[in-house]
């Protein structure tokens, strides 16, 4: 008897800290969801220099958050936020655009993407099947999309913002699944964080997507 109480302990506590690490994940999304809004804010009068100098600064937050993730949950969990804080400053000038000429742009792409990481994240946390291999797909094609931004920058392609968010969509699809698998099937409490900036990224990114579509219709 007591060892088949052991057995369903054993089969609880995983579920338990799974649960855990969804909860506190998802509570970090949300709030460095709140600190890019406080960047956006702050920084709507801020020129394009400034918002590709805080580019860098987040990039350089996401850097350091995968050296102290083992060492400080503090620090890593404040340089979460200082990403968020950092990418508002960085894409406020673009926001604060919409936001005079075209709000309900603003709108139409916040509430796609709500539906947009809702359905793909659930998917991904429910599906069984293993997706390291969408992964790998999806990471390079993310750098052959990054690839063709740059040639339809400087070449005329027929239709080529609507093809490049629409390509960009369907990639953020299956990183946005992938991400939601490694949140099922992880029970490390200190990776929440680096969940939680993938995962936001991955909004982000799908944010601004829809961003670009709803622009071309308005």
């Known amino acids: ?16 800290r799974a649960h855990a690490l969804f909860g506190q994940t998802m509570g970090y999304v949300a709030v460095t969801a709140g600190f890019f809004a406080l960047g956006s804010y702050l920084g709507r009068n801020l020129t394009h220099t400034w918002a590709f100098v805080w ?6 937050c996401l850097l350091a958050m995968n050296f102290t ?6 620090v890593t969990v404040v340089l979460l936020l200082a990403v968020g804080v950092a990418l508002g400053l960085a894409m406020a000038p673009v926001l604060a655009y919409y936001a005079t000429m ?10 796609a993407t709500a539906l ?4 793909a994240g659930a998917a991904g946390y429910a599906t069984r099947r293993d997706l390291s291999g969408l992964a790998r797909v999806s990471f390079w094609a993310l750098l052959l999309l990054i690839l063709f931004g740059i040639v339809a920058i400087f070449t005329r392609i027929p239709h ?6 629409v390509l960009g969509l369907v990639i953020f699809a299956g990183l946005t699944m992938v991400d939601f698998q490694r949140l099922r099937r992880s029970t490390d409490l200190d990776s929440a964080p680096l969940l939680a900036a993938s995962i936001f990224l991955d909004a982000l990114n799908v944010f601004l997507f829809f961003l670009r579509i709803f622009a071309r219709e308005n």
Request: no cysteine.
């Open 1 to 16: 008897m007591s060892q088949s109480l052991s057995y369903r302990t054993a089969g609880v506590a995983p579920r338990d």
């Open 55 to 60: 580019f860098i600064v987040a990039f350089a």
């Open 69 to 74: 993730v083992r060492r400080s949950g503090t």
């Open 102 to 111: 075209n709000p309900r742009v603003l709108w139409q792409a916040g509430g």
């Open 116 to 119: 947009f990481i809702a359905g």
């Open 160 to 165: 080529g913002s609507l093809i490049y968010s």
